[in-house]
């Protein structure tokens, strides 16, 4: 149970396209879904917290124009990088909860790697 | 800010050894959870400790949790290939949705 599907895996694309990612969670309701950026190597950044139906929560220092996040379901939270550039080439990985509270478990996605030239 | 550090930041061992990963903060959480990350996947959970002064175990893996609820550890006991992998401790705060993640343990086990 508690399966997190992330699309697309890999994605490799021009300067100045957009590009969005979906993040779905496949057997329960994801009451708040969180969207990470990783460095090689490197531990996990939040970008955003955000609950179902409501406007996210960013994190200091990202961009809200820049990355877009929608959770109009409780299945289904996106990202949109806006006019991608290389310096936004990255692993994003998101994560659900079905609750609210933090002491419960997140559960992750398998990750997209965003290249972009 | 709350912030969780780990050591060593990265591990190369035989398999067979010993080892022990810390997370230390500053901080009072009010659970730990540890994950295992592989490259090119996300993160999985691997056990979730809440009590202070609390131990779990799991097969070859120990985890604690400090009594002040302000640092963890993981042990592994007689590590194998198949432990190779990110490590990262995540804190939990009360009346805060997300959690404060560590800086992360890389483990390189070769046969």
């Known amino acids: 149970g508690a399966v997190v599907s992330q699309h697309p895996s890999w994605v490799i694309c021009k300067s100045g396209t957009s590009v969005k990612i979906e993040c779905r969670s496949l057997?329960?309701?994801?009451?708040?879904m969180f969207w990470y950026r990783q460095f090689p190597k490197q531990s996990l950044m939040l970008m955003a917290t955000?609950?179902?139906?409501?406007?996210?929560?960013?994190e200091q220092g990202v961009e809200k124009d820049k990355f877009l996040i929608n959770h109009a379901s409780l299945t289904l939270s996106t990202l949109t990088v806006t006019s991608a550039h290389p310096e936004d080439s990255s692993f994003y990985i998101c994560s659900a909860r079905g609750t609210y509270y933090s002491n419960q478990p997140q559960h992750f996605g398998d990750g997209t790697r965003l290249s972009i030239l | 800010t709350q912030l969780l550090e780990q050591s060593p930041q990265f591990l190369s061992i035989q398999e067979g050894e010993n080892l022990t990963v810390y997370c230390n903060s500053s901080s009072v959480f009010s659970s730990l959870q540890w994950y295992r990350q592989e490259p090119g996947e996300g993160p999985v959970l691997l056990v979730t400790v809440v009590t202070g002064g609390e131990v779990k175990k799991l097969k070859r893996l120990t985890f604690q949790f400090g009594d002040a609820r302000k640092d963890s550890s993981l042990h592994i006991t007689a590590a194998q290939p198949g432990d190779t992998g990110l490590y990262l401790c995540?804190?939990?705060?009360?009346?805060?949705?997300?959690?404060?993640f560590g800086t992360g343990t890389r483990l390189l086990v070769s046969p």
């Open positions: 995540a804190g939990a705060v009360t009346g805060f949705q997300k959690l404060v």
């Open positions: 057997d329960f309701q994801a009451t708040t």
């Open positions: 955000s609950n179902e139906g409501s406007k996210a929560t960013y």
